[in-house]
């Protein structure tokens, strides 16, 4: 199973991305998605995550009321649309793909097949 997420880029304060991340197989969705990031130094953070029909979403905190998490199953495609981006949301994303039959999940460990990522950063 390959991700290929795309979507990143340089914006400014209060500006908009929409991140997408597709994958190459028909059974998408059988897979509970979700989006993570990393600046250099850290650990790899939850970002969000959508079940398999996209019923059911999770949200870290201070990303909470900015960022929108959506699927397409009939494009294989799932979306992070990400609104008054901030500098600390400067980071790598990366889309992970889940197969073990969950809703969803923040552990980094439930997730069988990841992205390349893509660059986001905020200027101030």
């Known amino acids: 199973v390959q991700l290929q997420a795309s979507g990143g880029g340089l914006v400014q304060t209060g500006g908009s991305l929409r991140l997408s991340c597709t994958v190459s197989?028909?059974?998408?969705?059988?897979?509970?998605m979700g989006w993570f990031r990393q600046v250099p130094g850290k650990e790899r953070e939850f970002v969000a995550a959508?079940?398999?029909?996209?019923?059911?979403?999770d949200y870290e905190d201070s990303v909470k009321g900015r960022f929108t998490i959506s699927r397409d199953n009939a494009k294989y495609t799932v979306y992070l649309q990400m609104n008054s981006l901030k500098p600390e949301d400067t980071a790598v994303y990366y889309c992970?793909?889940?197969?073990?039959?969950?809703?969803?999940?923040?552990?980094?460990?439930?997730?069988?097949?990841w992205g390349q990522g893509t660059q986001v950063t905020v200027s101030s």
């Open positions: 197989r028909r059974t998408f969705y059988i897979y509970a």
């Open positions: 992970a793909a889940s197969g073990r039959g969950l809703l969803t999940s923040r552990s980094r460990s439930e997730y069988d097949y």
């Open positions: 959508i079940s398999r029909g996209g019923d059911s979403t």
